[in-house]
């Protein structure tokens, strides 16, 4: 059975920080492209971040110069710090892991994070 489970959120004010973790069982996390994703109430589920197999990441435009992807392996963790955090940075935060060459794709259940002073 794949389990993703997203810890790490919390209420922060604005310019804190936060780092959320994700830890998979039951998939080759090695495998796998990890991302993370966010929905903010009444909007779409975006992207913030991912992060390959081999290591590569990318942003969202709204997570650039502010949040750092990273994943250990060895842990089957993936992380997502996040500095400077703003308003609008309030959300629900999924993890997401994908195999690579193949459809299939598994969620967490997400984490909240409130920045609010």
């Known amino acids: 059975q794949v389990q993703l489970v997203e810890s790490g959120g919390g209420l922060v004010q604005p310019g804190g920080s936060l780092r959320l973790s994700c830890t998979a069982s039951g998939i080759n996390f090695s495998t796998h492209s990890m991302s993370w994703y966010r929905q903010a109430p009444g909007k779409e589920r975006e992207l913030v971040a991912i992060?390959?197999?081999?290591?590569?990441?990318n942003y969202g435009d709204s997570a650039k110069g502010r949040f750092t992807i990273s994943r250990d392996n060895a842990k089957n963790t993936m992380l997502l710090q996040m500095n400077s955090l703003k308003s609008e940075d309030t959300a629900v935060y999924y993890c997401?892991?994908?195999?690579?060459?193949?459809?299939?794709?598994?969620w967490g259940q997400g984490t909240q994070v409130t920045v609010s002073s």
């Open positions: 992060i390959s197999s081999a290591g590569i990441t």
């Open positions: 997401k892991a994908r195999r690579d060459g193949g459809l299939s794709t598994y």
